[in-house]
């Protein structure tokens, strides 16, 4: 029964803020997506990603055994799935990155932050990173049939991590004028991700619900034996392992569908796994969380 309530006060803020943005939109109210998401891609988040770091008092050690499996399970669930849109005959265009790259940044790095406390941040953000440096290369490639490496390279949420390790690495810290700046600017980034989420997903029709339903939960099952088995092979110690297993099992990210509608993919497709991943993830991440706990 403890662990019950546990589980219910970690994962409840996280889906009733996505609840009150999806109700914001039904209600008929403004909210200018775009602006929101560029405030917090290009600064909320980036100063949350800064401060976690170089604040966190995980070991550097730690921190790049995480780090390599977080590549490690980026790099094997393209080959898993890379391998099973081919034999299916699935469209690669359009399926592929979405079942890649879960929502690591709108719901995976509150999730954790509520779970796992200031620990579970630092970690957090550094799976978000390694998620965003493949998407804005790999994911771009898979959807536009061309890479992004200099997008990759402007990313604010990229740079925030470098120097967020480098200042972790040499033990600095920023004058406590500027890090209480940034660590506000930083804590708009939770509340707005989920708000923005919620909206996202208020947007959003598809037709294809039913092959959205099935590829949905094929994604969270391969990402959860996978997410389970890289965290058994690194050793993790209970946070980061807690950590990797829900940020590998975060549902489709609202930026894939973004992607497929730029290039011409079927975003309706896409559309229909966001939503349908993102309601089963309801269900599914709290009994996860339940399991790592």
């Known amino acids: 029964m403890n662990l019950l309530l546990t589980v219910f006060e970690i994962a409840a803020p996280v889906f009733l803020l996505a609840g009150i943005g999806f109700a914001w939109v039904k209600l008929g109210f403004e909210y200018r997506l775009q602006f929101v998401t560029r405030l917090g891609v290009t600064l909320a988040v980036p100063c949350l990603i800064f401060v976690a770091l170089m604040q966190t008092e995980i070991t550097a050690t730690e921190l790049t055994r ?93 740079w925030a991590t470098l120097l967020g390790a480098l200042f972790l690495w040499r033990d600095w810290e920023t004058p406590v004028f500027l890090t209480n700046t940034l660590d506000l600017l930083g804590q708009m980034a939770i509340p707005l991700m989920l708000i923005t989420l919620g909206v996202a997903i208020a947007r959003l029709t598809s037709r294809s619900l039913g092959q959205a339903l099935w590829l949905s939960a094929l994604k969270l099952a391969v990402c959860f034996g996978l997410g389970w088995g890289i965290a058994l092979a690194f050793d993790l110690d209970s946070v980061a392992f807690g950590v990797l297993v829900l940020q590998m099992c975060t549902p489709v990210a609202v930026t894939s569908y973004l992607l497929a509608e730029r290039f011409e993919a079927d975003a309706d497709a896409v559309a229909g796994l966001v939503m349908v991943s993102t309601v089963l993830s309801v269900g599914a991440l709290p009994l996860i969380l339940a399991i790592v706990l």
């Open 66 to 158: 995480f780090t390599l499996a977080a590549i490690t399970g980026h790099v094997v669930l393209a080959v898993a799935f890379g391998l099973f849109v081919r034999l299916s005959g699935l469209d690669r265009r359009t399926f592929l990155a979405p079942l890649i790259f879960g929502n690591t940044g709108n719901l995976g790095v509150p999730l954790c932050i509520f779970a796992f406390g200031q620990a579970g941040l630092g970690f957090a953000v550094v799976f978000l990173a390694v998620t965003a440096l493949f998407s804005f290369t790999y994911g771009i490639y898979l959807v536009a049939g061309k890479g992004a490496f200099g997008k990759a390279a402007r990313e604010p949420m990229v």
